[in-house]
């Protein structure tokens, strides 16, 4: 983990606003999102927002506060709950939005969701990539992060996008490192 740590903070490190793509191993998933969320709440100390398309905001914001993360900076977008038919409990930590497919519903709830978090320093993760393959075509993928990251700029974020590290998506990963500032292996 201190590996994945250091390599964080040397990409990101003095960056004030950016877009950045994280290419994760699988093997390393879990705990490279992690030190990315501890990276920027912890070691930045930055609100923001972090859409969910993998786990459940009832899953991830448990996980986070045990890993000593603190989740009154965090708010989330949760793509996952609705999907699996999962119990949605209203709350002002989330806002669940009905599936991975609907690119409209999550632009616009992190339109919604940047603009309530408080301050002029504010993030935004995007977990993931690869949730969104599975959804929708590998064209429609293509047009929707360039759009998010003319978004990001716009917001003036840290922006952070994550995509598994894998031969199926390579071309695909290597088209849209054009959109991104920084481009983060691990």
């Known amino acids: 983990m201190e590996e994945v740590r250091n390599k964080i903070k040397e990409s990101l490190n003095g960056n004030e606003n950016?877009?950045?793509?994280?290419?994760?191993?699988?093997?390393?998933?879990?705990?490279?999102?992690?030190?990315?969320?501890?990276?920027?709440t912890v070691d930045d100390e930055v609100p923001g927002v972090y859409v969910t398309l993998n786990k459940?905001?009832?899953?991830?914001?448990?996980?986070?506060?045990?890993?000593?993360?603190?989740?009154?900076?965090?708010?989330?977008?949760d793509a996952v709950t609705k999907t699996s038919g999962g119990d949605v409990k209203k709350t002002e930590k989330c806002l669940f939005i009905g599936s991975p497919d609907?690119?409209?519903?999550?632009?616009?709830?992190?339109?919604?969701?940047?603009?309530?978090?408080?301050?002029?320093?504010?993030?935004?993760?995007?977990?993931?990539?690869?949730?969104?393959?599975?959804?929708?075509?590998?064209t429609t993928v293509a047009k929707f992060i360039h759009f998010l990251s003319g978004k990001m700029r716009v917001w003036n974020v840290k922006g952070i996008i994550?995509?598994?590290?894998?031969?199926?998506?390579?071309?695909?990963?290597?088209?849209?490192?054009?959109f991104c500032d920084i481009l983060l292996e691990l």
């Open 56 to 77: 459940p905001f009832s899953v991830m914001q448990p996980f986070l506060v045990k890993k000593g993360i603190n989740t009154d900076m965090i708010i989330f977008i």
């Open 102 to 138: 609907n690119l409209s519903d999550i632009s616009l709830a992190m339109d919604q969701a940047v603009r309530a978090v408080p301050g002029d320093k504010k993030f935004l993760f995007f977990d993931s990539l690869d949730t969104l393959l599975v959804y929708n075509k590998p």
């Open 18 to 40: 950016y877009v950045a793509l994280a290419k994760v191993t699988a093997s390393k998933y879990q705990d490279s999102n992690l030190e990315m969320i501890k990276y920027l």
């Open 162 to 178: 994550v995509s598994l590290e894998k031969d199926s998506n390579k071309e695909l990963l290597d088209e849209l490192s054009q």
